[in-house]
């Protein structure tokens, strides 16, 4: 008996005791292999960050240089005027959590849609029947969620994965890149039909407060 048990512990200590367990980490976030990091970041000592092999932009070091990034307190940071509308522009987002609060709006990802080019992730356009969404920019983050997969959460007990195939500008817009769109808001999950049809929100509502996660 003192044998059953014994072993029974030691199962038990195996199967709880990884640090992650299917867990996807940004810049300094805990990892025990690069499958556990998000976007190009590597582990190194247990914490992803930026692979210096890899030519992309430096994430954590841009994020390290501009704390407004991961700052709930992210302001403006100007102005474009599209005709006679002015918007106001954010380089960063709200900070990331288990349960971050967005605005869902909705997004034609097609060829001549809403974006006007193609996703900047892949370089595709997507159908409406794809689980697709853009970030804003500072969730977008360069790049790094590029491919990942996000949980969105509604208020009616609904939610759907998705995946980031593009950037919801929080800069630029009003121009032909853009298909005119003026600047997106800096808290927006910009989903595809698909995503609306999977929560059971009505689209002709445009925008929908919900809140999104790292599937």
């Given at each position: ?19 992650l367990v299917n867990a996807i980490s940004d ?105 697709v969404v853009a970030l804003s920019t500072g ?32 800069v630029n817009g009003c121009d032909k890149e ?38």
């Amino acid at each position: 008996m003192a044998t059953l048990v014994f072993h029974l512990i030691a199962i038990l200590f195996t199967t709880t005791s990884p640090l992650l367990v299917n867990a996807i980490s940004d810049c300094t976030g805990p990892c025990n292999n690069g499958d556990d990091c998000s976007g190009a970041l590597i582990c190194v000592n247990q914490q992803c960050t930026d692979d210096p092999d890899v030519e992309t932009p430096p994430i954590c070091e841009l994020a390290s240089s501009t704390p407004d990034q991961v700052d709930d307190t992210c302001g403006p940071t100007g102005s474009l005027t599209c005709g006679d509308q002015s918007y106001t522009t954010y380089t960063c987002s709200p900070a990331v959590s288990a349960s971050t609060a967005a605005v869902l709006t909705l997004n034609d990802f097609s060829q001549g849609g809403d974006r006007g080019a193609e996703s900047s992730c892949d370089e595709k356009f997507h159908e409406s029947s794809e689980l697709v969404v853009a970030l804003s920019t500072g969730w977008f983050s360069g790049g790094s969620r590029c491919s990942r997969e996000i949980r969105i959460d509604t208020s009616n007990g609904r939610s759907v994965v998705a995946r980031v195939v593009d950037e919801c500008d929080s800069v630029n817009g009003c121009d032909k890149e853009h298909a005119g769109q003026p600047p997106c808001e800096n808290n927006v999950v910009d989903g595809s039909a698909a995503v609306w049809d999977a929560l059971g929100l009505d689209q002709e509502l445009g925008r929908v407060d919900i809140s999104w996660s790292m599937a």
